[in-house]
């Protein structure tokens, strides 16, 4: 388990590489680039992506080549979700979000979204610190362990707090003030990214934690998925039906990009109120199902105890 618990300091120096940057963004000068062209390369994000698939590529090919019996081999889904998860990054920090999202709102809350509610769940169920583990050589990676596991198991056990921060950068990050200074600013911008990346990262490792172990967590797990989901269906409702523009800044550079902003608005308010509550839609049933499972184990064993 130590080696798992690694998993979140570990995501949360691998979020601050992804979104580092130091120049400082302007008002673009013109429309935005064809979508084949809508690249934001960028060592900073690029090397941290490639470091990662390496490492996590290593470790399941090492535990593939293992004996069998030790009981460290696994199936496919491990590694299909960490790659859905890579390139859901990658379309968020790479191609094409982080290109439009300097034009459009939508674009916007799509990036935020799949930093937030899909990655960090894709990358999670991988269970990425484990697989690292076997791709490192065996001291360092107790030593890690040792190291990197206290922490994440406080993470683990603070799902209040982490719940509260989740909606808390949502809501933060979305407020027109907020949303204007991070266009004017590449540095915020990428602050920004990274502190949604994490909330993210920190809330669906408390919540994922919970459904694993089954040791009566679940129920806590989701209250916090069923506020989280509210509180974000309720801002995206906002966005939805609000009739008049909630962020001027958006407006100019929807024209850029021939849009409409008010209806760009409402797209940004669909975005977030639909394709972004699945993944919190998911998992609660999950949860549904352990709970019940517990519930007949409970009903089962109780003439005999």
């Known amino acids: ?31 935005p680039p064809p979508l084949g062209y809508a690249w934001t390369l960028s060592l900073w994000t690029l090397l941290p992506l490639a470091a990662a698939a390496i490492v996590y590529t290593a470790g399941v090919v090492r535990m593939r080549r293992a004996p069998a019996g030790t009981g460290i081999s696994g199936g496919w889904h491990g590694p299909l979700a960490f790659a859905a998860g890579l390139l859901a990054l990658g379309f968020a920090l790479v191609w094409p979000l982080d290109t439009f999202a300097a034009y459009a709102l939508s674009a916007h809350v799509a990036q935020h979204m799949t930093l937030l509610a899909w990655a960090p769940p894709l990358l999670l169920i991988a269970r990425p ?92 797990a989701l209250v916090s998925l069923v506020t989280a989901m509210m509180l974000m269906g309720f801002l995206g409702a906002l966005l939805t039906f609000s009739p008049r523009l909630l962020y001027p800044a958006y407006t100019d550079r929807a024209l850029l990009a ?18 972004s509550g699945l993944p919190y839609l998911v998992v609660g049933m999950c949860l549904v199902v352990a709970l019940l499972r517990s519930v007949q184990r409970s009903a089962a064993d109780g003439p005999s105890a």
Do not use: I, K
């Open 1 to 31: 388990m130590s080696r798992v618990t690694s998993l979140v300091p570990a995501a949360a120096g691998l979020a601050l590489l992804l979104v580092a940057s130091t120049a400082d963004a302007a008002m673009p000068e013109g429309p």
């Open 129 to 220: 610190g484990a697989v690292a583990a076997h791709a490192l050589p065996r001291a360092v990676a107790s030593r890690l362990a040792r190291v990197l596991g206290p922490v994440g198991r406080l993470a683990h056990a603070q799902l209040g707090a982490a719940t509260l921060v989740h909606v808390g950068t949502m809501w933060l990050w979305h407020l027109p003030a907020a949303t204007s200074a991070t266009l004017a600013s590449e540095p915020l911008h990428r602050t920004m990214l990274a502190s949604v990346l994490l909330a993210g990262l920190w809330f669906w490792s408390a919540v994922l934690y919970r459904l694993r172990t089954r040791d009566g967590g679940a129920t806590g």
């Open 258 to 275: 021939g849009l409409d902003a008010l209806g760009d608005q409402q797209l940004a308010g669909l975005l977030m109120w639909v394709p």
